[in-house]
């Protein structure tokens, strides 16, 4: 498997993912309607609106991430292909849990399945990793301390996909804020990303 | 973040949503009507045609100004790459606000968040253009001309979305025919694009 | 305008538009209903699927058109890629168009509709012919008679387009078959595809 | 016919098609509905689920196999083009056939269906290698073993496809798992792909 065309497809699924977030918003029928019930059906989707922001830091996080991780990779095996189709389709499944998420802010049931996801995510990046590390797939110049760097970052990012999902059970709310934490956290360079601030004229 | 991979996910995200503009064309189910019926029906979708071609010339002005500005710019650092996470959401969002528009072509709330969009939009690029100065990211070859060029251009872009978007609150066709003219006035080369004419073919 | 990069945003539109047209095909909710009765339901999808089959040829032949073009064409100028914008909004619109005809083949409207999206498209190209024509944009090794069998076919291409929408004003049955017809002719290499097809190692 | 626009024209159509597996998720209207009534809801959508899982896993393979098989291909004419086409055509349909299964899992027409799309695939992909081999189009460096393990490999996937899909009229549970079973089976490296996983550097 060319490496170049194992990015070129993930960038794809990314984008594409990314993109259709927007689907996440509907609008009943209201042809004839008063402005004002237009207004207020436009301002009734802002939990719409939030998990939408929310799920475009997160997709856009998880999308540096891959890079941060895959520029440190010198070769790409079955294995990984495999481990990177299992991220890949909880990635493209994003936009059901978040217009779910959007339609059903406060609940206990769409805030779950968000974290769900994100933590099932978070898993196939940390088994993605470990299998890099299992067979040195790394390039010689990486250092060990920057592959033990990332390794704490994931399990990390993972104990608090897997927190907040659980928070979804007690208290929705805080749950779906813990998620918008996470999400703004990872916005700021650390580890491998951090690393990788220093030479990025490349 | 490398520079060609932080591009391709951008065009990415801009060919996929204009793309998807074209989502915000429904017909009622007319099966067993008559060729008159469905004529009108088509015929009654104008508003979204309208809509749909602002939308598909909005964000390809948008992907040109991206091009156009990248092609200055040596490097690309996380703060550049936020900022642009930024200005994609609110690119990812114009489908919505087109297909809203095109439904409610002359209301008020649809006309106020289609400015809203591209306020919104304008903003992250002038955020984006005072990063990109504020931290030298641009070719030694660059001249300060140039950027002052493109950064009056950019100004005066916001200026006419912010002032048309406020125009949707008293007359909202206005407000519609504001944007159609600016998408076609930007469809003109100025400024760093007209730059970029004198070598096309690089 | 980099060539590459608005070669590759054109790719990802006719990319993206010929797979979006899969959303032509919509059931009925039919939870709970009998084998026979979802039998039935799917084998009523059978003008989608020949709709499908022919917007998927159509928008297949022109990408391989602008491949086969733009192979041609040394620099891209403001103007062609004005011009292109035009041909893409066009190919973009073409699933709506499809999802119409599927869903009423032998309808004048939704007939006619879709041949006049197809002799939009055939106009755009002529038009961005005529421009690069016109701007000598082409390599210095392409003869005028290669320049001149491309003008032949696209003028070809356009009087069928034009003939065959006009035709779904009085016996759209016929005006369907002959898009087929011209869909099945044009993959078939002639002019400046018949040209490239003795290179096609490069 | 350029080969690497080609291949990024049908990774795009891959891409683009995996990522729409999604809109097989549709919940009903519950807004106001009871948290019981929006988890029983979520959890009665595992049919769409697992046909999902299966779905991307079939589409990630076609991807993987597309890139074997055209990495050992030296040139692409306009023939393997027009079956590229009509392979493509297939791939884009799965993500209707896919929501079918999910709505309608246990039942003949919409688990027959999806055996008619892979049986369809398979027999494009068959259809493609032998015009590859009959106009040696491979790289001289490809061994004719390389060669007959592949043709071996696509006889037994159509075999299995057409067989599973045979079994949809009788038996659609077993059809269904048998889906799945292929799908696993064929993620374990075999044929061209185990010749590939050697040199997996590149």
């Given at each position: 498997?060319?490496?170049?065309r194992?990015?070129?497809?993930?960038?794809?699924?990314?984008?594409?993912?990314?993109t259709?977030?927007?689907l996440?918003f509907?609008?009943?029928?209201?042809r004839?309607?008063?402005?004002?019930?237009?207004t207020?059906?436009?301002?009734?989707?802002?939990?719409?609106?939030?998990?939408?922001?929310?799920?475009?830091?997160?997709?856009?996080?998880?999308?540096?991430n891959h890079?941060?991780?895959?520029?440190?990779?010198?070769?790409?095996?079955?294995?990984?292909?495999?481990?990177n189709?299992?991220?890949?389709?909880?990635t493209?499944?994003?936009?059901?849990?978040?217009?779910?998420l959007?339609?059903?802010?406060?609940?206990?049931?769409a805030?779950?399945?968000?974290?769900?996801?994100?933590?099932?995510?978070?898993?196939?990046?940390?088994l993605?990793?470990?299998?890099?590390?299992?067979?040195r797939?790394?390039?010689?110049?990486?250092t060990?301390?920057?592959?033990?760097?990332?390794?704490?970052?994931?399990?990390?990012?993972?104990?608090?996909?897997?927190?907040?999902?659980?928070?979804?059970?007690?208290?929705?709310?805080?749950?779906?804020?813990?998620?918008?934490?996470?999400?703004?956290y990872?916005?700021?360079?650390?580890?491998?990303?951090?690393?990788?601030?220093?030479?990025?004229?490349?």
């Amino acid at each position: 498997m060319n490496k170049a065309r194992f990015e070129a497809f993930s960038d794809g699924v990314f984008a594409f993912a990314i993109t259709l977030l927007v689907l996440g918003f509907v609008l009943p029928d209201l042809r004839g309607a008063s402005n004002r019930t237009l207004t207020i059906a436009l301002l009734h989707l802002w939990p719409n609106l939030l998990a939408y922001a929310l799920s475009f830091g997160v997709i856009g996080i998880m999308w540096q991430n891959h890079h941060a991780l895959f520029r440190l990779v010198a070769r790409v095996d079955r294995t990984v292909v495999f481990l990177n189709l299992l991220l890949l389709g909880g990635t493209a499944f994003i936009p059901f849990a978040t217009s779910t998420l959007g339609s059903y802010p406060a609940s206990a049931p769409a805030t779950f399945l968000y974290g769900l996801v994100l933590s099932y995510c978070s898993t196939a990046y940390n088994l993605m990793l470990a299998h890099l590390v299992r067979v040195r797939a790394f390039f010689p110049s990486v250092t060990p301390e920057t592959i033990a760097a990332t390794q704490r970052a994931y399990r990390v990012g993972w104990i608090a996909y897997v927190t907040a999902a659980a928070l979804a059970m007690i208290v929705p709310v805080v749950s779906f804020a813990a998620y918008i934490a996470i999400a703004v956290y990872y916005l700021v360079p650390r580890g491998v990303d951090a690393d990788l601030a220093d030479d990025s004229t490349s």
